[in-house]
């Protein structure tokens, strides 16, 4: 792990692996020396926190991801997997390979652990070692192939991160308030207008006759008020278009009415939308939403999480009461409750266990990805049950998030690496390990250049739709490395939990087709 994270780090060509040198360096090691390996434990308890950290995170816009992109997405992973499926029958029956060497090759080729194991399953005895060393041979460059393609095509296409990520509405943007005067006569209540205008501003206070007050629902806006008004200047432009005239001056001086950043740590304000927190705040206003290096308008249907910081305008001897509702203790964001942690990792341990029987006596599993990825994306979706927060602090998310890679590729690593010296020494595996270079390479063209230059999907979103049709963080992670934004994330658990089915099945279509 140290090792690996060192040399992931330095930057060749303008290109660095990051994380995922930790897999290649613990091929090396296990290689060199047959006898360093971890614990199949480490591997479990890595891969199963990585993807159950990004579920959580990724879990509010799953649902909503399904009914706009996730049809698209995920029908460009299954279509990607099907067609690589036909190439790996036409190579493995053009050069003679044997049936139990070409599914493990393919599941190598599409770096699916989980296909590999229904593959062994589904033969006798005497066969299972031949999918195993296919799959050590072609998995390295099964990872390495996909990371160079998308590294390759990002600059062949040009590709903008920043410039995607504003255009996808991910992009970080600097909130402003501003003074609006209002000249309309015909305006709803003043906390329906952001909603009913399509704003994404909040009204944060309202200056009448030298007072000023926090609008309460069926409060109506008369010519003259003067709105403060939070957004980014896109939508404060949109705003002044539709309500008046933005007015010079600070929004903040010389006011009765505070504002102050809370920390959330009162697990009683996590989990809820925020329109229902709204009598807990009687008189004061949420505003803004800061999580992670976000700032976010706080918009009625949002829900707070532990660790967010919000601003909140209250009266100025209120403001004191906003900060106790809240919590806005560091140490009790730092000592979180891990109770969730531990139930929602072992519920998905246990989903992940779940046999579905398949033709043939095989039975299809999500495993130690997709039980935990599955049961996460559910568990970020609901919030809370109950008394219980399965979110976590978003700090702590990432530590666990980065801790979980590295044990993974560690382990991972050092278990292919044994099989892959031994594999080595017989001059029929460059044949093996060429041919999973080009499924390997084909399967990335598909997705990179059919989903970003034809179906027009952001490079970055459609780089995670690959690192999830792929079912391999480590290209996840390479991927959020170069671009620095949510789209990688957002396409990867689109298309992972279909795709991590897709491939166990396809493993087994091919095989039977060449048997």
Known sequence: MAVGLLLGRIRIFGFRLGVAAVLFV????????????????????????????????????????????????????LGAIAATTAAAWALITLFDVNAATGAGLLTGALTNTPAMAAVVESLPAELEGFPVVAYSLTYPLGVLMVILSIAVLS??????????????????????????????????????????????VIISRVERDGEQFIPEEGDRAEPGDIFTV??????????????????????????????????????????????????????????????????????????????????VVAPADRIDEATRTLGDSYKRISDFNIVPLAVGLALGIFAG??????????????????????????????????????????????????LGITMFLAAIGTTAGAGFRTALSDPASLLIIAVGAVLTLLISLIVLIVGHRILGIPFGEAAGILAG????????????????????????????????????????????VLM
């Open 353 to 402: 266990m779940i046999e579905f029987p398949l033709p043939g006596g095989a039975a299809l599993k999500l495993g130690n990805a997709g039980g935990p990825l599955m049961v996460a994306l559910v568990l970020g979706a609901l919030g809370r049950t109950g008394p219980l927060v399965w979110q976590v602090p978003y700090g702590a998310n990432l530590a666990l998030r980065q």
């Open 230 to 311: 939070v957004g980014d200047e896109d939508e404060l432009a949109r705003a002044e278009k539709l309500i008046g005239d933005i007015l010079p001056g600070d929004p903040y001086s010389g006011e009765e009415l505070h504002f102050r950043r809370i920390f959330v740590s009162n697990e009683d304000m996590v989990g809820t939308p925020l329109h229902r927190l709204r009598q807990r705040f009687n008189g004061m206003l949420i505003t803004r939403i800061r999580r992670g290096d976000t700032d976010l308008v706080a918009e009625p249907e949002m829900t707070l999480q532990l660790g967010d910081r919000v601003r």
């Open 26 to 77: 613990g091929l090396a090691f296990a290689t060199i020396e047959p006898d360093i390996t971890i614990p199949p434990l480490i591997y479990v308890i890595g891969l199963s926190l990585f993807v159950y950290t990004i579920g959580l995170e990724a879990g509010p816009g799953f649902i909503t991801s399904l009914r706009s992109t996730g049809v698209r997405n995920n029908g460009l992973a």
């Open 155 to 200: 600059s062949v296409f040009k590709v903008n991160h920043a410039k995607e990520a504003e255009e996808a509405g991910v992009a970080i943007k600097e909130l402003y308030g501003r003074r609006l005067k209002v000249i309309r006569d015909d305006l709803p209540a003043i906390t329906n207008i952001p909603g009913l205008f399509g704003l994404h």
């Open 469 to 512: 049709t792929q079912t391999h963080p480590a290209v996840l992670s390479y991927v959020s490395e170069s671009t620095r934004n949510e789209l990688p994330a957002m396409g990867y658990t689109s298309v992972y939990p279909i795709s991590m089915v897709g491939k166990i099945i396809a493993a087994q279509v091919l095989l039977f």
